[in-house]
């Protein structure tokens, strides 16, 4: 269904990351070692999310990438990741390898970046509020990103910003453009 619109995504995300490409975990040796090693924290990492790494989004499985209906939102989501990894070669992975209260609240920063996007998406597409609240509690204060926001109120007052002023709460300039057109084609504006 999606098909033309995804492989236009992946060639823009290629002209823009030299280098940029698709893996798939469950083919990854490393990918499941990983997996292994964050189970006590994330018992999904390698059947339930995507994650950015260098200039390769990782994805569970090929099956997943060709046939989510979300895939798009999906990508552009990480597509910030990439960007923003580029852009701060160092700070990007330091923030996800390492821990501490600074690193903690970097960490969270991006994750803003990204979720941002899958927020708008859902509003669009008539996803009520207080369950996107739920989710990003569930998100920001659980376990699985290691606890990387523990302040459900900041993150209520967060969403609301979110609704009000759309992608502009986190992004700005070329990737707010880019970002936004791509959008308005998955999920058209409602009049
Ligand atoms: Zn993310």
């Not at 995300?13 to 040796?29: A, C, L, N, T």
């Not at 499941?32 to 950015?52: K, M, Q």
Request: hydrophobic share 40%; aromatic share 14%.
């Amino acid at each position: 269904m999606h098909t033309g619109a995804l492989d236009e995504l992946c060639a823009q995300m290629q002209r823009e990351i030299p280098g940029f490409s698709v893996g798939f975990k469950d083919q990854s040796w490393h990918q499941r070692a990983l997996g292994t090693l964050l189970w006590p924290l994330n018992r999904s990492y390698v059947n339930g999310y995507v994650t950015v790494l260098g200039r390769t989004a990782w994805w569970p499985n090929e099956q997943r990438f060709r046939n989510d209906p979300k895939v798009l939102g999906t990508l552009l989501h990480e597509r910030v990741h990439l960007w923003d990894w580029r852009d701060n070669p160092l700070w990007f992975p330091a923030s996800y390898v390492l821990f501490g209260p600074v690193v903690w609240t970097k960490r969270a920063h991006w994750e803003r970046r990204g979720y941002v996007i899958d927020l708008v998406l859902q509003q669009r597409q008539g996803t009520p509020i207080e369950w996107q609240k739920k989710w990003m509690k569930q998100v920001f204060c659980g376990s699985d990103y290691g606890w990387m926001w523990p302040n459900p109120s900041a993150i209520e007052a967060w969403v609301d910003q979110v609704r009000e002023r759309g992608l502009a709460t986190e992004l700005d300039g070329a990737l707010l453009a880019s970002t936004q057109a791509w959008v308005d084609r998955i999920a058209p504006p409602r009049p």
